[in-house]
């Protein structure tokens, strides 16, 4: 069974500070990982995906994906307390396309 | 139109009842999910259908019964189901699965 691994939190930071948040992945192969957030009750939503090594940005979220460490990483810039929530990592199976494994996921509180 | 449209929202059914899920998606995308999810898990895959067929078939009992009429349906049939059933319902559609899914709203169901 391939695994998706991230720290449950709560992970509490203040308005204004850089969250960071840490998935790892057993599948060596993987080559695409998704973030998706979920507020409480509600369904995921994209925010972004990554295929190669090293950093992609997109507004106040970056991605980082390292794979010889199997490591893939969310950085929120300048976090609000509307980024509360949580942050499930997802990874593609390398060769069922169709196939994806989520992580658990990590809460988020940005506190005012 | 950018949205996974899901009814019911909310569903509580008996033991003995049959019940059906649908899910209607119209960005022309061509595969089609749905995902099981539980209080503080992560989404677990239950069926993929891509081009109309059934690709991906997780080892979902048979009391869980998917259907894909058209390109923009998806249905999931419910027949003699258990409390353990209880959950939310998440269905998903991709034009790229590398690009990641849009999902839809989710069914929260209870078994009774």
């Known amino acids: 069974q391939k695994e998706v691994e991230q720290n449950s939190g709560p992970l509490s930071v203040p308005e204004g500070a850089i969250a960071s948040l840490n998935c790892t992945y057993s599948d060596r192969g993987s080559q695409s990982f998704f973030w998706y957030r979920q507020y409480s009750g509600k369904s995921p939503e994209l925010i972004m995906f990554i295929y190669s090594n090293g950093d992609k940005e997109d507004g106040r979220f970056t991605a980082q994906l390292n794979k010889a460490s199997q490591y893939v990483s969310l950085l929120i810039r300048d976090s609000q307390p509307s980024d509360s929530a949580t942050y499930l990592c997802a990874v593609r199976e390398q060769y069922n396309f169709n196939k994806f494994y989520f992580g658990s996921g990590t809460k988020l509180n940005v506190k005012p | 139109d950018t949205e996974v449209t899901q009814t019911p929202k909310h569903l509580v059914m008996g033991m003995t009842n049959k019940k059906s899920l649908k899910c209607e998606q119209h960005?022309?995308?061509?595969?089609m999910y749905w995902y099981k999810q539980k209080a503080k898990k992560p989404p677990e895959l239950m069926f993929v259908?891509?081009?109309?067929?059934?690709?991906i078939n997780e080892s979902v009992p048979s009391r869980f019964s998917p259907e894909c009429p058209n390109s923009s349906l998806l249905n999931l049939h419910l027949h003699a189901l258990q409390p353990e059933d209880s959950a939310l319902y998440l269905c998903a559609s991709s034009q790229d699965p590398g690009n990641g899914y849009t999902f839809g709203s989710g069914t929260r169901l209870t078994v009774v």
């Open positions: 960005m022309g995308h061509r595969a």
């Open positions: 259908y891509s081009y109309e067929k059934l690709s």
